[in-house]
């Protein structure tokens, strides 16, 4: 299982960095759109569909295991997070099996949608004809990892996983 837990963990911080690159590529489209129009009079022409397609769903999605992983997700708590004995402990692996059955689901239905478009050849029409089975497949890619990270929280003793953030003392952020 550690073998799993560090392979999930690699393939978090992969998908975590695109997830980054498209936002540092979202911002300099935006920029260069603005800047091009103000000075130049000509728009970025692929900006707004590139953004809207495949930067933000990969924006929205990539990150999603990683970010749960560090413990940097929104939760509502009802029930204290760790409670003593046998019931504590069903009830914490309830806690992670309920949300990766729902994104079990959504990994299910994104993966059909998208594998239907791609094998259609579904296209968007615009500045230039945009593939869209590859701007649709981040979402299941994105939501399967987090499913895994969800199961392998579910089935391994102890936390998650050691926090990947630094706090602004330069020591790991525990929180």
């Not at 998908?15 to 728009?43: E, K, S």
């Not at 994104?110 to 945009?130: C, M, P, Q, T």
Request: with cysteine; net charge neutral.
């Amino acid at each position: 299982m550690k073998f799993l837990g560090k392979l999930l963990t690699k393939i978090e911080d992969t998908l975590h960095l695109g997830g980054c690159l498209g936002l540092v590529a979202v911002a300099a489209l935006i920029n260069a759109d603005i800047l091009l129009r103000l000075f130049f009079n000509r728009p970025v022409q692929i900006q707004f569909e590139l953004t809207e397609l495949y930067l933000m769903p990969a924006l929205a999605t990539l990150s999603l295991s990683r970010v749960f992983r560090d413990g940097g997700h929104l939760a509502l708590d009802f029930i204290p997070e760790h409670l003593p004995g046998p019931l504590g402990r069903v009830i914490a692996k309830v806690r992670l099996l309920l949300p990766a059955a729902f994104f079990a689901a959504v990994t299910w239905m994104s993966g059909k949608f998208a594998l239907k478009a791609i094998v259609h050849g579904d296209v968007e029409y615009g500045a230039v004809d945009w593939p869209l089975g590859w701007a649709y497949a981040v979402i299941p890619l994105g939501c399967c990892v987090l499913v895994l990270r969800l199961l392998h929280g579910a089935f391994t003793q102890g936390p998650l996983s050691e926090p990947t953030t630094i706090s602004m003392g330069g020591k790991r952020d525990e929180t």
